[in-house]
């Protein structure tokens, strides 16, 4: 007789990542429509969840409940190696090349420099020797600028250049609220790009690299300060190519100031902002015969990040009037809506 059935699956830790899960999840789906077909039931409602501390009972669950003890093979933040924490980051293949990258030729050639010097690294370590004066020769970058300047495109960018993944990790992500943990995630990020033969990322570094606290009283401070030790440390082993992307360079610690290689990501040129139109306005958008990337390249003040959002705003606008075409007028409209918030904004 077909019947329904409840199946509940728990244990998949947090820390494992998303495409991992899903990954997972996937698996279970494909096997619960077997036991469909070899068992003869109707529906089986497959939930797929986590074993997190946030979802177990409470310790004083009054008299009558009960809760599953621990496994004896799970293990708690402190206990984990550092193998496992690595876990949780994992490379992918990088989203846009060179060719996509529009940033001023000084800029540009720059970029291209430093790429060039890793490449030549095997050269001069290994068949030159320089490894005897410096036994970890490391490859840092540090790509400073305000937002919307193409500093994570570029690290896509370098990563496609050198056929390799990447590895993306913000401060966020690093950061633990368990004292302690920050400088075990620190390690883990590195060992996690060399696992992977990945070219490090590592977003909102400022907060990461900044100088270390003096006179420091409190457990959240002294956490801060074994999170930049540990990353001094990794700095000097790894082997690998680490990018961070920063949007204030100003209070960076002088440990890590000296220990790479800055490039500064500065607002598009005049060039760039025409390139950067043409990019954005992909042929299938209905916009108007004035509609001319040359003319609104004279909008100056703004970046890639702003010409994509004006003319996603402006599609938008024009969709809900009703509007058949996108004018010029449109365009224009979008960025001085853009700036004028960003300066509010910045007034507040």
Same mark, same amino acid.
């Given at each position: 007789?077909?019947?329904?059935?409840?199946?509940?699956?728990?244990?998949?830790?947090?820390?494992?990542?998303?495409?991992?899960?899903?990954?997972?999840?996937?698996?279970?789906?494909?096997?619960?429509?077997?036991?469909?077909?070899?068992?003869?039931?109707?529906?089986?409602?497959?939930?797929?969840?986590?074993? $997190?501390?946030?979802?177990?009972?409470?310790?004083?669950?009054?008299?009558?409940? $009960?809760?599953?003890?621990?496994?004896?093979?799970?293990? $708690?933040?402190?206990?984990?190696?550092?193998?496992?924490?690595?876990?949780?980051?994992?490379?992918?293949?990088?989203?846009?090349?060179?060719?996509?990258?529009?940033?001023?030729?000084?800029?540009?050639?720059?970029?291209?420099?430093?790429?060039?010097?890793?490449?030549?690294?095997?050269?001069?370590?290994?068949? *030159?020797?320089?490894?005897?004066?410096?036994?970890?020769?490391?490859?840092?970058?540090?790509?400073?600028?305000?937002?919307?300047?193409?500093?994570?495109?570029?690290?896509?960018?370098?990563?496609?250049?050198?056929? @390799?993944?990447?590895?993306?990790?913000?401060?966020?992500?690093?950061?633990?609220?368990?004292?302690?943990?920050?400088?075990?995630?620190?390690?883990?990020?590195?060992?996690?790009?060399?696992?992977?033969?990945?070219?490090?990322?590592?977003?909102?570094?400022?907060?990461?690299?900044?100088?270390?606290?003096?006179?420091?009283?409190?457990?959240?401070?002294?956490?801060?300060?074994?999170?930049?030790?540990?990353?001094?440390?990794?700095?000097?082993?790894?082997?690998?190519?680490?990018?961070?992307?920063?949007?204030?360079?100003?209070?960076?610690?002088?440990?890590?100031?000296?220990?790479?290689?800055?490039?500064?990501?500065?607002?598009?040129?005049?060039?760039?902002?025409?390139?950067? *139109?043409?990019?954005?306005?992909?042929?299938?958008?209905?916009?108007?015969?004035?509609?001319?990337?040359?003319?609104?390249?004279?909008?100056?003040?703004?970046?890639?990040?702003?010409?994509?959002?004006?003319?996603?705003?402006?599609?938008?606008?024009?969709?809900?009037?009703?509007?058949?075409?996108?004018? @010029?007028?449109?365009?224009?409209?979008?960025?001085?809506?853009?700036?004028?918030?960003?300066?509010?904004?910045?007034?507040?």
């Amino acid at each position: 007789m077909a019947i329904d059935q409840n199946i509940h699956v728990t244990g998949i830790p947090r820390y494992i990542p998303e495409p991992i899960r899903k990954d997972c999840s996937d698996k279970l789906s494909e096997a619960v429509k077997d036991l469909l077909f070899r068992s003869g039931m109707k529906k089986i409602n497959l939930t797929v969840g986590t074993d $997190s501390p946030e979802e177990r009972p409470p310790d004083d669950c009054g008299e009558g409940s $009960s809760r599953q003890p621990r496994s004896s093979g799970s293990k $708690s933040n402190e206990e984990m190696t550092v193998e496992e924490r690595a876990v949780q980051y994992q490379a992918r293949k990088p989203l846009y090349g060179f060719d996509f990258l529009v940033i001023a030729d000084e800029v540009l050639e720059t970029l291209l420099s430093a790429v060039d010097l890793i490449l030549v690294r095997e050269q001069v370590f290994n068949e *030159w020797n320089l490894k005897s004066i410096e036994p970890f020769p490391r490859a840092a970058l540090n790509f400073h600028g305000q937002p919307g300047t193409g500093k994570t495109l570029a690290a896509h960018a370098v990563a496609s250049y050198l056929k @390799k993944p990447m590895l993306s990790a913000s401060y966020a992500q690093i950061e633990s609220k368990y004292v302690g943990d920050g400088s075990k995630n620190v390690e883990a990020v590195f060992h996690a790009a060399e696992r992977d033969n990945a070219i490090l990322f590592i977003d909102e570094s400022d907060s990461l690299l900044s100088r270390r606290l003096v006179n420091v009283t409190q457990g959240a401070e002294q956490a801060i300060n074994s999170m930049r030790s540990q990353l001094l440390i990794c700095l000097e082993n790894y082997q690998g190519i680490v990018i961070f992307s920063t949007n204030l360079v100003e209070n960076y610690d002088r440990g890590f100031e000296t220990r790479m290689r800055h490039i500064h990501f500065p607002l598009p040129d005049r060039k760039a902002r025409v390139q950067l *139109w043409k990019n954005h306005l992909p042929k299938e958008l209905p916009c108007a015969v004035d509609v001319n990337p040359e003319e609104l390249a004279e909008l100056d003040c703004i970046c890639g990040r702003d010409i994509k959002n004006a003319v996603i705003d402006a599609a938008l606008r024009s969709a809900r009037k009703g509007s058949r075409l996108i004018t @010029k007028a449109d365009l224009v409209d979008a960025v001085v809506r853009l700036r004028d918030s960003r300066i509010k904004r910045d007034e507040d």
